[in-house]
């Protein structure tokens, strides 16, 4: 604290990850755009791996900074606290367009779709299969980071490990049933706009899935680390609450897109 004086907020150091970040942002549309036009895919490992590192050593930074130097006091808590809930707004506002998308057409369909829902020519996904399936685990992924939650309240650090690990699996085996049904699909991205919405809406949910998965996982380590308590343990909280918000999303999701829109 004496770097900074004694005062309760953190005035960050000078830090490289940003900008290789912002680089590996670049890289990482760039490659997508070379891969999609040449197939070629070794901008995009490139950049997914400066990526990865820029994230292991970024949060390596944060970790550091709230767990053995103190400087995360109650006001920067606070702080980070109202960060992340308007992080959260602006991903829901990012899904409502989504949804918007998806019932301008499927309310009223236009004459290029056969005027029906799906358009003609599309068969849809049975919602009572590999969807419901999918809805179960993510209600169980829910109670489970819960549990979690309050393990680390209790400071039973054993429960909290277990729970916040099966957590993760879960999330791991709707990423893999997703691919599996991604694979199957009777119908692509390209076919009209039912194929549009359906393969962005579930593939942005997928991806926060995955962002979800990894926040937890470092989350897990963290925990293993000893690195929270039960007064002081942000990180998670954070996690958790990104992983409601996935859960809340895809029922949303199930519910208009799977099953009454399908």
């Known amino acids: 604290m004496k770097k900074h004086g004694y005062h309760a907020y953190h005035l960050v150091d000078v830090s490289p990850w940003p900008l290789t970040g912002s680089i590996s942002a670049m890289l990482l549309t760039t490659g997508l755009i070379k891969w999609f036009h040449q197939f070629n ?5 490139l950049a997914l791996i400066t990526t990865l590192l820029t994230m292991i050593q970024w949060w390596r930074d944060v970790t550091r900074e709230a767990t053995y130097q103190g400087l995360h006091t109650m006001k920067v808590v606070n702080g980070l606290r109202w960060g992340m809930i308007l992080f959260i ?5 990012f899904f409502f367009s989504f949804f918007w998308a ?17 358009p003609v020519g599309i068969q849809a996904f ?3 299969q590999i969807p419901l399936l999918n809805t179960a685990i993510l209600l169980a992924s829910g109670a489970t ?6 393990s680390i309240l209790n400071s039973d650090l054993t429960q909290a490990i277990q729970s916040l ?4 699996s879960l999330g791991m085996y709707f990423t893999a049933l997703q691919a599996l049904e991604y694979y199957e699909a009777p119908f692509t991205i390209a076919d009209s706009v039912y194929g549009a919405t359906f393969f962005v809406a579930t593939g942005f949910h997928g991806l926060h899935v995955i962002i979800g998965s990894m926040f937890l996982l470092v989350t897990l380590y963290r ?3 000893c690195h929270f308590s039960a007064s002081h343990h942000f990180g998670f909280e954070a996690a958790a609450w990104y992983w409601h918000f996935v859960d809340v999303v895809w029922l949303f999701l199930y519910i208009s897109i799977y099953w ?3």
């Not at 980071?145 to 309050?150: D, F, L, S």
């Open 89 to 93: 707004t602006s991903e829901v506002l």
């Open 223 to 225: 925990l293993y680390m």
């Open 145 to 150: 980071v819960t549990w979690a939650h309050h």
């Open 165 to 168: 690990a099966l957590t993760v």
């Open 260 to 262: 009454w829109g399908g």
């Open 102 to 118: 998806f019932f301008h057409s499927s309310l009223s369909p236009a004459v290029e779709l056969g005027t029906c829902w799906p």
């Open 126 to 128: 049975n919602p009572f």
């Open 41 to 45: 895919m070794d901008l995009l490992i």
